[in-house]
């Protein structure tokens, strides 16, 4: 009997998302853990540390380690600390996975969604780079929520062009801020219900949703009637907040598991751990066929809010 891979998720989010369960992926039974530390880099770089040749492969949840855009990258401060202390054991963000994963995400959605001239608002695409990319070669419609998700700053990007402009420029200095500065983590993931109508006008122009959870929960108005909602790691909870609000569709890009869909960090160091080495785009797309990937829709409706 071959032993169970264990991988850990190390993340600066609410600790309440915690998950230590065992699934079955691409023959082998896996072990996998979140832990949260509520915001807090230092517990997340002892955590690091501390886990360092002990289990097969550590994730980073709550950021990234770097962002990459055309060819270039740019490291996040917070997160090469928090990397540092592990020297025996492979540390990822999910971003290399992301960068496969998303792109035929979006390939697939082609049929049930229908790419062409449809209106998406992606909340971040610095940190989803090919799912962009992607959305963009679809011919949708997308504008870009970097500034305003991620600086607060109350417009969308309109084009590709002016993105990359921007993401070129303030990719250098984001990256050296706070990570708190710029996302949610620990108790600011656990706002329950709430509602802001900040950026209602930009959720009401989009047929579409995308990006990071976190981003499109924080700035959600009441009103979500007839969205899709294209992200990543969503809970029941999750998944009732969007029905309360009567989102029509959410898809996840991730595989779901006892009602939670994974994180891509948490996923990557599996795939990295089963393997038993890091692994290369080309071993990203081997990965996706053996498991026959496809995105997955969680059901939206009267089920979903009473869950």
């Keep these: 009997m071959s032993r169970v891979i264990h991988v850990v998720s190390v993340s600066l989010g609410s600790s309440r998302r915690d998950v230590d369960a065992r699934i079955r992926l691409l023959g082998r039974e896996v072990r996998i853990e979140r832990r949260g530390t509520n915001g807090d880099v230092q517990s997340a770089a002892r955590m690091v540390a501390e886990l360092d040749g002990t289990v097969d492969a550590i994730g980073l949840g709550g950021i990234d380690l770097f962002l990459s855009w055309r060819g270039r990258r740019y490291d996040f401060r917070d997160a090469r600390r928090i990397a540092a202390g592990a020297t025996r054991t492979p540390v990822v963000c999910g971003a290399g996975l992301k960068e496969t994963l998303e792109r035929r995400a979006v390939a ?39 500034l305003a998700f991620g600086l607060g700053i109350p417009t969308l990007i309109r084009s590709a062009r002016a993105q990359d402009v921007i993401a070129r420029t303030l990719g250098p200095i984001v990256t050296q801020l706070p990570i708190a500065w710029i996302y949610d983590t620990g108790s600011k993931q656990d706002k329950g219900d709430t509602t802001t109508e900040r950026y209602a006008r930009f959720y009401a122009w989009a047929d579409v949703i995308a990006g990071d959870w976190h981003f499109i929960r924080r700035y959600a108005p009441a009103d979500l009637a007839g969205k899709t909602i294209l992200t990543n790691t969503t809970t029941r909870d999750d998944v009732a907040f969007l029905a309360r609000r009567g989102a029509a569709r959410l898809v996840t890009t991730t595989p779901r598991f006892d009602g939670r869909s994974l994180s891509t960090n948490l996923l990557e160091a599996a795939f990295i751990g089963i393997r038993g080495r890091l692994l290369e785009h080309a071993d990203y797309e081997d990965v996706l066929d053996e498991l026959d990937y496809a995105p997955t829709e969680a059901p939206l409706g009267a089920r979903a809010a009473s869950a």
Excluded at 114 to 130: F, I, N
């Design 108 to 146: 697939l959605l082609e049929n049930s969604v229908g790419w062409q001239g449809r209106r998406v608002l992606m909340t971040s695409a610095t940190d989803r780079a090919g799912m962009a990319e992607a959305l963009v070669t679809h011919g949708a419609n997308l504008r870009y929520g970097d």
